[in-house]
């Protein structure tokens, strides 16, 4: 889980339409110096996440959905990543090709991992938002 390029542009959106803004696409990359079809991509997102509306028509656009001090840097990383892990083994499902050559034997790197994993989550959960942006 990283602060990805798409995140980052996320951010830049979200600050752009943070004072009862509403933009279009075009507006919104042009301003906050994103391609316009990757903002598109962003914009769908974040929709779908429930962070901004979209008004259609002449005078349609984007403005945000949700106060900023109520969405954590953890919410928007899975609004955009979904459920991206430090390492692939944490991910639900995973098989473990050491682990099951090794008849399930107890993997030291997996459990620091989900400690380091934990303690990650637990600090972008601690921010909002609008302190990330705006202090």
Known sequence: MLITREIDYALR???????????????????????QQFAYKIL??????????????????YALAVDLHHVSLYDLTEIMDGEEKLASCMKPGYQCSWRLARGNSTCKAHINLLQIQQEFTKQLQSYNLYEILFK
């Open 13 to 35: 959106i979200l600050r752009a339409l943070q004072n009862n803004q509403q933009l279009t696409a075009a507006e919104l990359a042009k301003g906050e110096q994103i391609p």
């Open 44 to 61: 769908k997102k974040l929709k779908k996440g429930q962070l901004v509306n979209i008004y259609r028509g002449i005078t349609g656009g």
